[in-house]
């Protein structure tokens, strides 16, 4: 099968500077609709002397917000995107603006530009993401592997909203055999669970051999050879496996962004969170804050501090478990609270102590590690690092997505660290605050259980 068009790094780049370059018509549109058609000189002029400036946080605010990814994107997610992005860039507007002294750009044309360019951004990136969609297609894809294996992933393309990428083949056994028979009928053949190295090698060399995309999964295996050091000594070359832990000077700028920030948010977030003490105090009896013991960097105990979203005696009986979805221990406030990740803003306490990074694995409690690493012994790789509000597996994960699944995002954080990375982080958890599926409980009757039938009409199953 013939690949498309592909969607490069170039072709994204170009797309956001076509988009900062819109964005800065719908700022002067704004203007327009400030003066009604006739834009003072002075006015007009706070704009040329800012205008570079508007396009380079354009760019870079929509690069960290990760707008133009759409391969697992809908035009709902486009939206929330278009217009996080243009928030920010509206504050940014507004600092910049005073930073520069052009105080003839009025505040009121960035209110208006809030509308306008969210509109009109969303109108562009849902032209760009229709016109991504029509030039590369829907791929097809063929899941090689052990039955169980393939099966979860089946389920978890069946799953996702965007039909970017559709299983059409289900291979589970006689992989190799099946693969040179069948990867000419798939753009992606994707490789998951245990398969014997020699064929495994073999399924390598033939896809390669032919540039068909390949997909593996994230076993720990894998993972090891993310981010290696290439060395050459002499006439050999070496591949320098990376540990799962980040470098002394990284984590001293990391921990002197996370004081700053921390900080800053302390004070911004004060008003928000006097009310949240006032209506936690009045909703039920019991204490404002909860503290509950955790695990952080070096496997060191401390305990993390949240608002008490739940009642006071809610695991007086039953010990530690986790919240499930409509669970009744949680109070009226504690439900609005938690949807809003407003429970998490005294973390940022944490956070000032040292117990805690702003991105980092989510820190768990003591039962719940001890159970986890008996049944995964890489588990205790994510305390190489200091625990975090928010991170990788928050952002592209749900609250129900199983432990194994987290450290494989874990793990890659840790991998893949850099500032820029934390960055992009915390720009895409704004986004989660909207989304009602990742800040909900598990499913207390669990997730009904899927078998091959499910899937029979839907896709070739060779077994």
């Given amino acids: 099968m013939n690949n498309r068009y592909e969607w490069n790094s170039i072709l994204r780049l170009g797309v956001v500077i076509i988009g900062a370059l819109v964005s800065l018509m719908s700022i002067y549109l704004s203007f327009m609709i400030k003066f009604m058609g006739q834009v003072p000189g002075r006015n007009f002029a706070a704009l ?40 920010v860039l509206n504050i940014y507007m507004m600092a910049l603006t005073y930073a520069g002294s052009w105080l003839t750009f009025p505040r009121s044309v960035i209110l208006i530009n809030f509308f306008v360019g969210t509109l009109v951004m969303f109108l562009f990136n849902s032209i760009v993401y229709k016109a991504y969609h029509h030039f590369r297609g829907v791929k097809k894809v063929m899941v090689v592997g052990q039955s169980d294996r393939v099966l979860e992933a089946v389920r978890n393309f069946d799953m996702m909203s965007n039909r ?15 693969v040179r028979e069948l990867s000419d009928q798939v753009d992606i053949v994707y490789l998951t669970g245990d ?8 399924i390598y060399d033939y896809l390669m051999s032919h540039n068909k995309k390949l997909f593996i999964s994230t076993t720990f295996q894998n993972l090891m050879m993310v981010n290696p050091n290439i060395m050459n000594f002499e006439d050999e070359s070496i591949i320098e496996v990376s540990p799962f832990k980040i470098s002394a000077e990284d984590d001293f700028v990391k921990r002197s962004f996370d004081i700053l920030v921390s900080l800053v948010l302390l004070i911004v977030a004060s008003p928000i969170m006097l009310v949240t003490m006032l209506a936690i105090k009045m909703d039920s009896p019991g204490p404002i804050f909860y503290k509950q013991e955790r695990i952080t960097k070096d496997h060191r105990h401390f305990n993390i501090l949240k608002f008490r979203s739940m009642t006071a ?12 979805s409509n669970d009744a221990r949680i109070t009226r406030v504690g439900k609005f609270i938690r949807s809003t990740r407003i429970d998490e803003l005294p973390q940022l306490i944490n956070v000032l102590l040292g117990d805690m990074s702003l991105v980092g694995p989510r820190p768990e409690r003591p039962f719940f590690v001890e159970q986890f690493k008996e049944q995964n012994p890489y588990y205790s790789l994510r305390h190489h690092v200091r625990a975090g509000i928010t991170g990788y597996a928050q952002v592209y994960g749900k609250y129900s997505t199983d432990f194994n699944s987290k450290l494989n995002f874990d793990l890659l954080y840790i991998k893949n660290y850099s500032l820029a990375f934390d960055f992009k982080l915390l720009f895409q958890t704004v986004k989660i605050l909207f989304d009602k599926v990742s800040a909900r409980g598990l499913d207390e009757e669990g997730p009904r259980t899927l078998d091959w039938q499910d899937f029979a009409e839907k896709m070739t199953i060779i077994r």
């Fill in 48 to 87: 040329q002397g800012s205008y570079l400036w508007i396009l380079i946080g354009f760019v870079v605010i929509n690069i960290l917000f990760g707008t133009y990814i759409f391969y697992n994107k809908t035009l709902t997610d486009l939206f929330y995107f278009s217009m996080l992005s243009q928030f």
């Fill in 164 to 178: 970017r990428h559709v299983v059409s083949h289900a291979v589970l056994s006689n992989y190799y055999q099946h």
């Fill in 195 to 202: 398969i014997d190295e020699p064929e495994r090698i073999r």
């Fill in 313 to 324: 005696t809610a695991e007086a009986q039953s010990g530690p478990v986790l919240a499930t």
